[in-house]
């Protein structure tokens, strides 16, 4: 038997329940309405991201490679250049990215003429991932068998054939899983983006959803944003597992 007291705790805790329900309908129901701004904004957001980690791994990886070569025991020594090189990627991976982006905006115009956009928003987000996969790199350069290393060199193989044939390859599993870190990373950096017009699903967040107080805008932005994640993430595990069975 119910207590009477209980009453209004009940009749309350249906009324949210409705309520939540009510709000998931309308969702749905607005979800044609906002699909065709939602699939600009996704086709922005990865239109940026693709992009900014392209040019990441081609700056990224061989400044990886250099911080590992130039160590004390790497091919070729070098601790002043490694310590300018590991200053650099330091500073450049403190800086937070919403800071980054406003440092940068003067570069920004210079580079590609406006400081608005999915194209724009490509030059910090490439500033800010190239230090940070830089590192990735580094970490897994280091991981390789030094052994596998040493026999190569002995055998009189020149120091870009042990880097091309040995380093890279036997790091392969850890670049890849290194390069999803970045992409996901790069998802978030772009979301940020929103904040300053550099368009893509941040942007489209920022505008509909929080100044304009659509909530709808807000849960689809963030539910297409946890999608590409989970789809990078899931290739980049799948990569990962098959390099790692060779």
Known sequence: MTNPTDAPTLAASA?????????IVA???????????????????????VWATLISVLVGLPL??????????GLTPAPAVRAVLSAVVNIGRSLPFIVLMVAVLSLTRFLVGTTLGPTAAIVPLSIGAIPFFAR?????????????????????TR???????????EALPGLIAGLVMTVVALISYSAMAGAIGGGGLGDLAIREGYQR?????L?????LLIVIVQIAQSIGDLLVRRLSRR
């Open 213 to 217: 107080f659509n909530d709808h805008y």
């Open 27 to 49: 969702f749905v129901q607005d979800w044609p309405n906002m699909w065709p701004s939602l699939w600009l904004g996704t086709q922005d957001t990865v239109y940026m991201v």
């Open 64 to 73: 990886g490679v250099l911080l590992v070569s130039t160590d004390r025991g």
């Open 219 to 223: 849960w689809a932005t963030v539910i």
């Open 15 to 23: 009324a949210d329940g409705g309520s939540a329900w009510d709000a």
């Open 136 to 156: 990735l790199v580094e970490t897994s350069l280091r991981e390789v068998d030094r052994g596998v290393v040493e026999a190569a060199h002995a055998m009189g």
């Open 159 to 169: 120091r870009f054939t042990i880097v091309g044939k040995v380093l890279l390859p």
